[in-house]
């Protein structure tokens, strides 16, 4: 997967890392922006949930449950 992270969460990188098989990109956003995206598709969006994802939710989405 081609996956990238917008905002500073160590929390979700590392989560996504023990999954293996990801890249995991962390790129600066603004205005609270918050974006998991995989393979060119968004997984998780803070604008559109109107919250970060819970723990061990990333992983869930990539593990496609």
Known sequence: YGLK???SSGRVSDEVLKLG???VNLV???GGVFEVTAD???LFSKADS???PEPGEI???LAGE
Do not use: E, M
Request: aromatic content about 6%; hydrophobic content about 40%; charged content about 15%.
């Open 50 to 52: 109107n919250r970060f």
């Open 21 to 23: 098989d990801h890249q």
């Open 59 to 61: 992983a869930g989405l």
């Open 28 to 30: 600066a956003g603004s």
């Open 40 to 42: 060119g598709r968004i």
């Open 5 to 7: 992270l917008q905002a």
